[in-house]
């Protein structure tokens, strides 16, 4: 059997459509946490695009170390990982790191995830309607508050 990485997804990719559309293929997913961490939109995309203020999904710890961030946890074939660095564009623009998750049913589990470089992100950056779209798409993945206060992040558009 081949060697099986665990892929934290916490952008649009955890939207299982999405993350299809992009090539890549899963054995299995499972829902997890991340205690004290966030989802911000503050890295500096490659291509804006000509919107101005847009930002892309990253994540980063939180002020006082609390709270927790929910996210999905793939099972893939190693052989991916040089399609995610591509997708992430790994090591330029995010730093990929290994982190310990809490799946749903209380145990934890290592795996990786991608975590923009500290000089590519900027305060203040907003993501778009489009971002926010297939986000929502994976309404179910969420506990309800926590997609709520998602959806209520403020658009750049």
């Known amino acids: 059997m081949a060697d099986v990485v665990h892929f934290f997804a916490y952008n649009e990719l955890i939207n299982e ?11 299995f ?3 997890v946490t991340l205690s004290a ?6 890295k500096i995309p490659v291509d804006n695009a ?4 847009l930002g892309s999904a990253n ?6 170390n609390a709270g927790m961030m929910h996210g999905e946890l793939y099972a893939m074939d190693e052989k991916l990982l040089p399609k ?7 090591p330029e623009e995010y730093q990929r790191k290994v982190m310990r998750f809490n799946r749903h049913d209380f145990t934890m589990i290592n795996g990786l995830t991608y975590i923009a470089r500290p000089d590519k992100t900027k305060r203040g950056l907003k993501p778009d309607k489009a ?11 969420f506990p309800m508050l926590y997609f709520s206060r998602m959806m209520n992040t403020p658009t750049c558009d």
């Open 50 to 53: 000509g919107v101005e203020g």
């Open 131 to 141: 971002t926010m779209k297939i986000l929502r798409k994976a309404k179910k993945l």
């Open 84 to 90: 995610l660095d591509k997708i992430f564009g790994h």
């Open 59 to 64: 994540i980063e710890p939180t002020n006082d």
């Open 29 to 31: 997913k499972s829902s």
């Open 17 to 27: 459509d999405y993350f299809k559309e992009q090539g890549l293929e899963y054995l």
């Open 37 to 42: 961490w966030q989802l911000v939109f503050n």
